[in-house]
Nanobody, 118 residues
C-alpha cells in the first residue's frame, strides 16, 4: 500500500521557520523524483520545490528561492522542506508528490496546513 504522509505543518509567525517532512512507504522511494506543491482555496496547485531521485538536482519556485530548501534521505524514505523567513503569502496546504517518469507513475500525499500569521 502506497503512502505519503506529510507532517510538520502548523501556525507560525511571519519570519519564523518550519520544516515539513514526508514519509514514504509502499514503493521504491529512491527511484522517484520528489516535489512539494502548495495550494490555497480557489487557486491551482503550485509547484514549490523539486528534487531528483538521487538528490543531485533541485529547483524552486521564484517565490521561495533563497528561503526554502528541499532535501531527501533515501535511507529513511523521507523528503523534507525547510521553510525559513516565512511570509503570510506562504499560507497554504502543502502536498508531497512522488513521480517515476519512466513508469509514468505518481502519488500524492494528503497535505499538511501551513498558516503564517501574527
Amino acid at each position: 500500500q502506497v503512502q505519503l504522509v506529510e507532517s510538520g505543518g502548523g501556525l507560525v509567525q511571519p519570519g519564523r521557520s518550519l520544516r515539513l517532512s514526508c514519509a514514504a512507504s509502499g514503493f521504491t522511494f529512491s527511484s522517484y523524483a520528489m516535489s512539494w506543491y502548495r495550494q490555497v482555496p480557489g487557486k491551482e496547485r503550485e509547484l514549490v520545490a523539486f528534487i531528483t531521485n538521487g538528490g543531485i538536482f533541485k529547483s524552486y519556485a521564484d517565490s521561495v528561492k533563497g528561503r526554502f530548501t528541499i532535501s531527501r534521505d533515501n535511507a529513511k524514505n523521507t523528503v523534507y522542506l525547510q521553510m525559513n523567513s516565512l511570509k503570510p503569502e506562504d499560507t497554504a496546504v502543502y502536498y508531497c508528490y512522488a513521480r517515476q517518469a519512466t513508469l509514468r507513475v505518481d502519488y500524492w500525499g494528503q497535505g499538511t496546513q501551513v498558516t503564517v500569521s501574527s
